[in-house]
DNA sequence: ATTAGTAGTATACTAAAGGTTAGTGGTATT
DNA sequence: AATACCACTAACCTTTAGTATACTACTAAT
């Protein structure tokens, strides 16, 4: 539908498509990642801090979740070694190129909730 | 917490990002549902036909991501009775509303890719 | 008659993701 | 002195996701 009528994609076309998008989540797919930057992006830097704003997840999927987008140059660990050592994560320029991904998921995610809650999806 | 400069987000608002976002992931989140969503896009239509364009997905699994993408009204599975029966599975006008999360996933794996491809992102 | 395609389902299995509980060594608070 | 917070990690277990192979019942082509 995005595409339809007027001139058929090249299979070439289509298969780049299906690969970016395979990319795209494999990277960020996943129930964690995306909400971890958005925590992130809205002020909460440690660990805890993170844990307690991204509702449900676990300190083991937490940090192994920071890792990974640590791995993918999104986030930074950087230590203060003053005592008491403070531990803080930091988003990267790098991460701010995903805004639209998460615009775009975040303004579908609420359509999608008004549309279910005014039952106007079951009709289709 | 130490909010940051100018406008600090309410609580309210974060987690009503964060809530968006997973509700967003919950429906469309994991490996196939958008790869299947752009084969269908693509003009491709029938059972196989899809499982060929989205390399990799077995027959079970293909047919139960149809399953689902259809209790989320985002396709229709449409049988022709005449002989030999053709079974075409569409997409509805609700999976539009995807155009722009699809785009940005598009476009941000490209970008990706080639960030990767010419190691510009290793010296982050 | 044989082979191949269509649209799947059944069974059995492996792998990945995630949850739970407990614990560590440190600092800070009461 | 006891308790709690911090940033985790380890061990164990369950759930979910995905794979592989085989199979069905039908039609179409060679």
Request: charged share 25%.
């Amino acid at each position: 539908m995005i595409r339809k009528s007027i001139q058929p994609p090249s299979k070439e076309q289509c298969t780049a498509n299906l690969t970016a998008v395979g990319d795209a989540l494999y990277v960020v797919g996943g129930k964690w990642k995306l909400r971890i930057i958005i925590a992130l992006s809205e002020g909460n830097k440690r660990f805890n801090e993170i844990q307690r704003t991204v509702t449900g997840i676990s300190a083991r999927v937490l940090s192994n979740e920071l890792k990974q987008l640590e791995q993918n140059s999104f986030i930074t660990r950087k230590v203060q070694t003053e005592t008491p050592v403070i531990i803080e994560y930091e988003l990267t320029e790098y991460s701010q190129t995903l805004e639209k991904v998460l615009n775009s998921l975040r303004e579908w995610g609420m359509m999608h909730r008004e549309k279910i809650k005014t039952g106007k999806l079951s009709g289709l």
